[in-house]
T-cell receptor
Framework: GENVEQHPSTLSVQEGDSAVIKCTYS??????FPWYKQELGKGPQLIID?????GEKKDQRIAVTLNKTAKHFSLHITETQPEDSAVYFC??????????????FGTGTRLTIIP | KAGVTQTPRYLIKTRGQQVTLSCSPI?????VSWYQQTPGQGLQFLFE???????NKGNFPGRFSGRQFSNSRSEMNVSTLELGDSALYLC????????????FGPGTRLTVT
């Protein structure tokens, strides 16, 4: 089945600087890679996603890049703001051990923006 | 459009008891997935329901079960609770089966004592 690894587990950046979170996946058949933001006391919120036929996608201050050959994808947040502080999860949509497809999540990155 | 709702938000149970959690998906969404979130294991997939049928399942024991109703609302049940079942249980909905975009509810925080 799919295995997704995420780094770093914690990240602190000065307000206004950029933050980058990286993930690798194992299943070359995986075709969809979302990123979720989870704030304290809330469920994960889908913030951006990318499909395997695209190399990069941007949405205002957030961008995601995908390297299918290397099987890794990254989240880039520019001009960080205090409200960006949260836990971020990457995920890959690939085969489960039971043969069906499902989302497999990385272990999360706690991002702290320092004012 | 209202988001995914889960009830109750918090629950305290003792070992050996059973518990039922409820999820109402986004209006028009027909697929519901359940996840367990713990600090040690992260987000783990439990199962997915579509058209009242379990379509996919994760690697959890049979104590964990679920069902879906004709209005797409879903419930999950955990029997014979263990201390290790303490977790945040998240429900996510998507428009159809195997639709990749999933939208999460706020979760139910279950504490087993």
């Amino acid at each position: 089945g799919e295995n997704v690894e995420q780094h770093p587990s914690t990240l602190s950046v000065q307000e206004g600087d950029s933050a980058v979170i990286k993930c690798t996946y194992s299943d070359s058949a995986s075709n969809y890679f979302p990123w979720y933001k989870q704030e304290l006391g809330k469920g994960p919120q889908l913030i951006i996603d990318i499909r395997s036929n695209v190399g990069e996608k941007k949405d205002q201050r957030i961008a995601v890049t995908l390297n299918k050959t290397a099987k890794h994808f990254s989240l880039h947040i520019t001009e960080t703001q205090p409200e960006d502080s949260a836990v971020y999860f990457c995920a890959g949509y690939g085969r489960s051990n039971f043969g069906n497809e499902k989302l497999t999540f990385g272990t999360g990155t706690r991002l702290t923006i320092i004012p | 459009k209202a988001g995914v709702t889960q009830t109750p938000r918090y629950l305290i149970k003792t070992r050996g008891q059973q518990v039922t959690l409820s999820c109402s998906p986004i209006s028009g969404h027909r697929s519901v997935s359940w996840y367990q979130q713990t600090p040690g294991q992260g987000l783990q997939f439990l199962f997915e329901y579509f058209s009242e049928t379990q379509r996919n399942k994760g690697n959890f024991p049979g104590r964990f079960s679920g069902r879906q109703f004709s209005n797409s609302r879903s419930e999950m049940n955990v029997s014979t609770l263990e201390l290790g079942d303490s977790a945040l249980y998240l429900c996510a909905s998507s428009p159809g089966l195997a639709d990749t975009e999933q939208y999460f509810g706020p979760g139910t925080r279950l504490t087993v004592t």
